[in-house]
């Protein structure tokens, strides 16, 4: 209980899942803004939730490519895809704007989480969540537009969405 407060204290905000046979310090517990509290032997089906939350809080929110002549930074919630033309990386944004920078497809695929994003084509990465459906040559996301899928990706594409689509459902 000491080390989950004294890592609050200092500014932590790794997730903190307690699993204890006391219920004596659930009240205090929280005080550490656990994703929490549960009590042995534990329920796997609440353990599961616990631990789907600790992700989601956790889980990656923003992202930041340096070039020599620009920063662009994005919340990685608001990427539909993104693609390059002419040495020229335009990441597409829900709200319609799009964010353009001097950078390469392969710096950006060294910074996104891996479970939310995936590259479909040589010019293309795109968002899981933006996802709408897949055919053999092509992504339709959910805002209507067409993305290319390569034949050699397609599989990969598939299986990133049934592994990210996964991950929401609960027993």
């Given amino acids: 209980m000491q080390l989950a407060k004294n890592m609050r204290r200092n500014g932590s905000t790794i997730p903190i899942l307690f699993i204890t046979s006391s219920a004596d310090f659930v009240y205090e517990g929280y005080t550490a803004e656990p994703v929490g509290y549960l009590l042995k032997p534990a329920d796997p089906?609440?353990?599961?939730?616990?631990?789907?939350r600790a992700y989601k809080k956790h889980r990656q929110k923003a992202a930041v490519i340096h070039?020599?002549?620009?920063?662009?930074?994005f919340q990685l919630d608001d990427v539909l895809y993104m693609e390059i033309n002419d040495k020229t990386l335009s990441i597409h944004l829900a709200a319609g704007n799009v964010l353009k920078a001097a950078a390469r497809l392969c710096t950006l695929s060294g910074i996104l989480p891996p479970e939310q994003f995936v590259q479909c084509h040589r010019s293309y990465i795109v968002s899981l969540a933006a996802i709408s459906s897949i055919c053999?040559?092509?992504?339709?996301?959910?805002?209507r537009e067409i993305i290319p899928v390569s034949k050699k990706r397609y599989k990969d594409v598939q299986n990133a969405l049934l592994v990210w689509a996964a991950s929401f459902e609960l027993p």
């Fill in 45 to 52: 089906e609440k353990l599961e939730e616990a631990l789907l």
């Fill in 136 to 143: 053999r040559y092509s992504i339709e996301l959910k805002n």
């Fill in 67 to 73: 070039t020599p002549v620009q920063t662009v930074s």
